[in-house]
């Protein structure tokens, strides 16, 4: 098994571009999310999705658009990319089961600098 | 709002010392809280978690120590090694249906000397 596999592994935009950052996963897990890691704040949850067809916002969504079309793939959209989105980007996967933690499996990131 | 805080934000240790990374929540309806391992350039991996029905947990040299009433939770690095240099989160989750979405602490980058 790949596992979590993200795609770019580096990316520098211009302000205003706009891109996708691939996500998917081997596992056939139902749970898929998006965080963002900054210096001094952690990782914080942008968009998860709990199944195909089903997404939600999670701590900091502005700026971003998901979709998730298929169990594997959970890309993440910029339409408009702003410096504030410099950042690295992980995707995380776990199946889901009500009542228990369910472990989540991260990608290699994604780093993304936007001038 | 920094709904996990953790401290310290760095820690230097000497090799076979004991590293302690301290972390204190505000949610009580929190009911999960793992602890995540960083090496550089990797995402983050599952190191070890707890309930709040234990009071401590412990996993070859790692251990939590889980404080309810006073809302706070602790890693301990016991032997601490080169190795073991990373950055370390803490996390807290609320086990609902699906319930996995996490909540990090700021984390805290950890060397160990030798």
């Known amino acids: 098994n790949a596992g979590v596999t993200q795609t770019p592994k580096f990316q520098v935009l211009k302000t205003g571009q706009s891109m996708t950052l691939q996500c998917a996963q081997d596992?056939?897990?139902?749970?898929m999310s998006w965080y963002r890691q900054d210096p001094g704040m952690g990782l914080r949850l942008i968009h998860y999705s709990v199944g195909a067809g089903i997404t939600d916002q999670g701590e900091v969504p502005n700026g971003y658009n998901v979709s998730r079309s298929t169990t594997e793939d959970f890309p993440l959209r910029l339409l408009s990319a702003a410096p504030s989105q410099t950042s690295v980007y992980f995707c995380a996967s776990s199946y889901v089961a009500g009542g228990s933690y369910n472990e989540q499996f991260f990608g290699p990131g994604t780093r993304l600098t936007v001038l | 709002q920094q709904q996990v805080k953790q401290s310290p934000q760095s820690l230097i240790v000497q090799k076979g010392g004991i590293s302690i990374i301290n972390c204190a929540y505000e949610?009580?309806?929190?009911?999960?809280f793992p602890w995540y391992q960083q090496f550089p350039g990797k995402g983050p991996a599952l190191l070890i978690a707890i309930r709040p029905d234990v009071s401590e947990k412990k996993e070859g040299r790692f251990t939590i120590s889980f404080n309810k009433s006073a809302k706070q939770f602790s890693l301990h690095i016991m032997d601490s090694q080169p190795g073991d240099s990373a950055t370390y989160f803490c996390?807290?989750?609320?086990?609902?249906?699906?319930?996995?979405?996490?909540?990090f602490g700021t984390g805290t980058q950890l060397k160990v000397e030798l």
């Open positions: 596992m056939n897990h139902e749970y």
């Open positions: 949610n009580t309806a929190f009911d999960y």
């Open positions: 996390a807290a989750s609320i086990l609902t249906g699906g319930g996995n979405k996490l909540t």
